[in-house]
């Protein structure tokens, strides 16, 4: 039938059916030997990741081994068992040695990573830092303390891959602007975290480096999009770390693992030196922000970091210092509360969370008061969903098609793939059934 089309069709060209065959065999054998190079270089990318991935921890692992053999009275319990305001004093102090902080986290995250796979890179070059603050004599408020970083925030030497094979390019050229402040209050990065291909995922899982899993339970996700960070502290394998929030990748994280996170204000930490997979969103605005295993911890971190260096690296940060007054103040708050939206379905158990923090709140001399938030709707779809895609995903589309996807976003990916106009005809005809559905997907289309 095929062959008697193209006779018909193509009678000028005096070529007979079976040329026309053999050469549309040659072609879909061309298409396809070249998506298989474009595979196996990918898959090539990935394994040399892996490999200095692998290569980085091993290095690692020696540096602590050689630490242990000439400290070997060392007790890394007492170390480990140190909040974090605690422990940056005794190091402030001189009680305890940077040394062995540092080596005692690298080797507790070594053998957390071991277990939930939440390390993407370790940082060799904080063995380096480590020897310049020996002769330091103004100490940072962070002097000696060991932190993380997920994946997307800049350090130099390493890659921020935001989980995509496209980006395992050049590694960064400069630090960070929160890597550079951290490090002028004495801060040691010493280990990357893992995320979920692209961020724009709850769970953290990759093609390259694997799933990330939760320390409490290995069945269920750690959280995302910073899910290897709440895996590395909840564990123990950090004090102090630092994630980003779209859409709630510090919250649920912290949530999942049970950590305490902060998402600041909208710019209140630089982003300058973050890589993101879907540059110049305007209408979401993300965020840096700190977790830590108490809220101590994350008061300690905003104290650091809400200075002048912050100030002068980055000029579009509000120069707001940390308000220690309002901060320590014990005048009663009135503070507005909601059990839920209206828009999302919460579980009991999140209920319960809410009143219970509530019934704490007013014993302590707070005053709650409930409200309803207004149009979250609108907000969702028109705000978040529009402006985070607003360019119909074409972006993402483009990167997701030099990559393998992960198992866990085809789904995800698949609708990003529809075209607009197809997801325009589908949002019409789901819309007298499902309307949320309608919404999204009419909102996936982009701007109008």
């Given at each position: 039938?095929?062959q008697?089309?193209?006779?018909?069709?193509?009678?000028?060209?005096?070529?007979?059916?079976?040329?026309?065959?053999?050469?549309?065999?040659?072609?879909?054998?061309?298409?396809?030997?070249?998506?298989?190079?474009?595979?196996?270089r990918?898959?090539?990318?990935?394994?040399?990741?892996?490999r200095?991935?692998?290569l980085?921890?091993?290095?690692?692992?020696?540096?602590?081994?050689?630490?242990?053999?000439?400290?070997p009275?060392?007790?890394?319990?007492?170390?480990?068992?140190?909040?974090?305001?605690?422990?940056a004093?005794?190091?402030?102090?001189?009680?305890?040695?940077?040394?062995?902080?540092l080596?005692?986290?690298?080797?507790?995250a070594?053998?957390?990573?071991?277990?939930?796979?939440?390390?993407?890179?370790?940082?060799?070059?904080?063995?380096?830092?480590?020897r310049?603050?020996?002769?330091?004599?103004?100490?940072?408020?962070l002097?000696?303390?060991?932190?993380s970083?997920?994946?997307?925030?800049?350090?130099k030497?390493?890659?921020?891959?935001?989980?995509?094979?496209?980006?395992?390019g050049?590694?960064?050229q400069?630090?960070?602007?929160?890597?550079?402040?951290?490090?002028h209050?004495?801060?040691?990065?010493?280990?990357?975290?893992n995320v979920?291909?692209?961020l724009?995922?709850y769970?953290?899982?990759?093609?390259?480096?694997?799933?990330?899993?939760?320390?409490?339970?290995h069945?269920?996700s750690?959280g995302?999009?910073s899910?290897?960070?709440?895996?590395?502290?909840?564990?123990?394998?950090?004090?102090?770390?630092?994630g980003?929030?779209?859409?709630?990748?510090?919250?649920?994280?912290?949530?999942?693992?049970?950590?305490?996170?902060?998402?600041?204000?909208?710019?209140?930490l630089s982003l300058?030196?973050?890589?993101?997979?879907?540059?110049?969103?305007?209408?979401?605005?993300?965020?840096?922000?700190?977790?830590?295993?108490?809220?101590?911890?994350?008061?300690?971190?905003?104290?650091?970091?809400?200075?002048?260096?912050?100030?002068?690296?980055?000029?579009?940060?509000?120069?707001?210092?940390f308000?220690?007054?309002?901060?320590?103040?014990?005048?009663p708050?009135?503070?507005?509360?909601?059990?839920?939206?209206?828009?999302?379905?919460?579980?009991?158990?999140?209920r319960?969370?809410?009143?219970?923090?509530?019934?704490?709140?007013?014993?302590?001399?707070?005053t709650?008061?409930?409200?309803?938030?207004?149009?979250?709707?609108?907000?969702?779809?028109?705000?978040?969903?529009?402006?985070a895609?607003?360019?119909?995903?074409?972006?993402?589309?483009?990167?997701?098609?030099?990559?393998?996807?992960d198992?866990?976003?085809?789904?995800?990916?698949n609708?990003y793939?529809?075209?607009?106009?197809?997801?325009?005809i589908?949002?019409?005809?789901?819309?007298?059934?499902?309307?949320?559905?309608?919404?999204h997907?009419d909102?996936?289309?982009?701007?109008?």
């Open positions: 039938m095929i008697e089309t193209l006779g018909h069709l193509l009678p000028e060209l005096e070529l007979d059916p079976h040329t026309v065959s053999a050469l549309l065999c040659a072609s879909a054998a061309a298409v396809a030997a070249l998506n298989w190079m474009q595979r196996r990918i898959q090539k990318k990935m394994e040399e990741a892996r200095m991935r692998d980085g921890l091993q290095c690692m692992e020696k540096a602590v081994q050689r630490f242990k053999q000439q400290n009275g060392a007790d890394p319990s007492r170390i480990l068992s140190l909040p974090l305001v605690e422990l004093e005794k190091l402030k102090e001189g009680s305890l040695s940077a040394e062995s902080v080596y005692t986290y690298v080797d507790k070594l053998a957390v990573t071991r277990e939930l796979n939440c390390l993407r890179h370790v940082i060799p070059e904080c063995e380096g830092q480590l310049d603050l020996q002769g330091q004599k103004e100490k940072g408020l002097h000696g303390v060991p932190v970083i997920k994946d997307h925030i800049g350090y030497g390493h890659l921020s891959t935001c989980g995509f094979a496209p980006f395992l050049p590694p960064e400069e630090n960070s602007v929160l890597v550079q402040v951290l490090k209050q004495g801060a040691i990065p010493f280990a990357i975290t979920p291909q692209s724009f995922n769970d953290c899982s990759n093609a390259i480096f694997g799933q990330t899993l939760n320390p409490w339970d069945r269920k750690p995302g999009s899910g290897g960070e709440g895996a590395l502290i909840a564990a123990g394998g950090s004090i102090l770390g630092f980003s929030d779209l859409g709630g990748s510090i919250r649920l994280p912290s949530s999942f693992c049970g950590l305490c996170g902060l998402k600041p204000t909208g710019k209140r300058s030196g973050v890589t993101v997979p879907v540059p110049g969103l305007l209408s979401v605005t993300g965020a840096i922000g700190p977790m830590a295993q108490d809220v101590g911890g994350l008061a300690l971190c905003m104290r650091a970091l809400l200075g002048d260096a912050l100030f002068q690296l980055d000029p579009t940060v509000p120069p707001i210092p308000n220690e007054k309002l901060f320590c103040a014990s005048t708050l009135r503070i507005g509360y909601y059990e839920t939206d209206g828009y999302f379905l919460l579980p009991p158990c999140m319960r969370a809410v009143r219970e923090t509530g019934e704490l709140l007013q014993e302590a001399g707070h709650l008061v409930p409200f309803a938030p207004p149009r979250v709707d609108y907000v969702v779809n028109e705000l978040f969903m529009r402006g895609f607003a360019d119909g995903c074409s972006t993402l589309v483009d990167l997701f098609a030099q990559d393998l996807v198992p866990g976003l085809k789904p995800q990916v609708c793939r529809i075209p607009v106009l197809v997801k325009k589908l949002a019409l005809l789901v819309r007298p059934l499902f309307p949320r559905l309608a919404r997907l909102a996936l289309c982009g701007v109008r």
